[in-house]
T-cell receptor, first 112, second 111 residues
Framework: GAGVSQSPRYKVAKRGQDVALRCDPISGHVSLFWYQQALGQGPEFLTYFQNEAQLDKSGLPSDRFFAERPEGSVSTLKIQRTQQEDSAVYLC??????????FGPGTRLTVT | ELKVEQNPLFLSMQEGKNYTIYCNYSTTSDRLYWYRQDPGKSLESLFVLLSNGAVKQEGRLMASLDTKARLSTLHITAAVHDLSATYFCAVDDLTGNQFYFGTGTSLTVIP
């Protein structure tokens, strides 16, 4: 079946622009996670949803980052007033349980 | 904060050789995950280890977990070029809501 999909795959934004990154989880997966992966580093947790409820947003680096999952399926990660330090790959993962997470291909964000 | 350390960070090995990647973590967790990432690609799940003493094998890779030592190993047997990738271990907090990843081990297998 279809895996986790993310769009766009690549995004170039000028400093100060707002961006929106989309994640389509595997159908039926209750849990959805967002991660930020800087070059040469492991993914770092940003936020977690169970259905439409955002249960943990402790990893969001600033109030410029905002995530939503209004109907419990598709999720959007929004970054306002992008800064150069926001340049990274943003990974989405979904899960039926708290154990195995299935990752999407990621969105590579470059802020110029 | 839960910390996960991997070593080595970079590994270059010849085809046919054996080697072990180590993953240490700082706090109590009974669940340990290994992922593979190819350049420009996403993470592919390799192993999920759910209890102390768990051992899983797939092809030339074998993973084990010692929760008392807070240590997991990923053993590579008779390496082949196709195994070249970056390998990450991760642990979750006891709620299972947050995953903490190591910095990864970049493996290059040389013919």
């Amino acid at each position: 079946g279809a895996g986790v999909s993310q769009s766009p795959r690549y995004k170039v934004a000028k400093r100060g622009q707002d961006v929106a990154l989309r994640c389509d989880p595997i159908s039926g997966h209750v849990s959805l996670f967002w991660y930020q992966q800087a070059l040469g580093q492991g993914p770092e947790f940003l936020t977690y949803f169970q259905n439409e409820a955002q249960l943990d947003k402790s990893g969001l680096p600033s109030d410029r980052f905002f995530a939503e999952r209004p109907e419990g399926s598709v999720s959007t990660l929004k970054i306002q007033r992008t800064q150069q330090e926001d340049s990274a790959v943003y990974l989405c993962a979904s899960s039926t349980s708290s154990y195995e997470q299935y990752f999407g291909p990621g969105t590579r964000l470059t802020v110029t | 904060e839960l910390k996960v350390e991997q070593n080595p960070l970079f590994l270059s090995m010849q085809e046919g050789k054996n080697y072990t990647i180590y993953c240490n973590y700082s706090t109590t967790s009974d669940r340990l995950y290994w992922y593979r990432q190819d350049p420009g690609k996403s993470l592919e799940s390799l192993f999920v280890l759910l209890s102390n003493g768990a051992v899983k094998q797939e092809g030339r890779l074998m993973a084990s977990l010692d929760t008392k030592a807070r240590l997991s190993t990923l053993h590579i047997t008779a390496a082949v070029h196709d195994l070249s990738a970056t390998y990450f271990c991760a642990v979750d907090d006891l709620t299972g809501n947050q995953f903490y990843f190591g910095t990864g081990t970049s493996l290059t297998v040389i013919p």
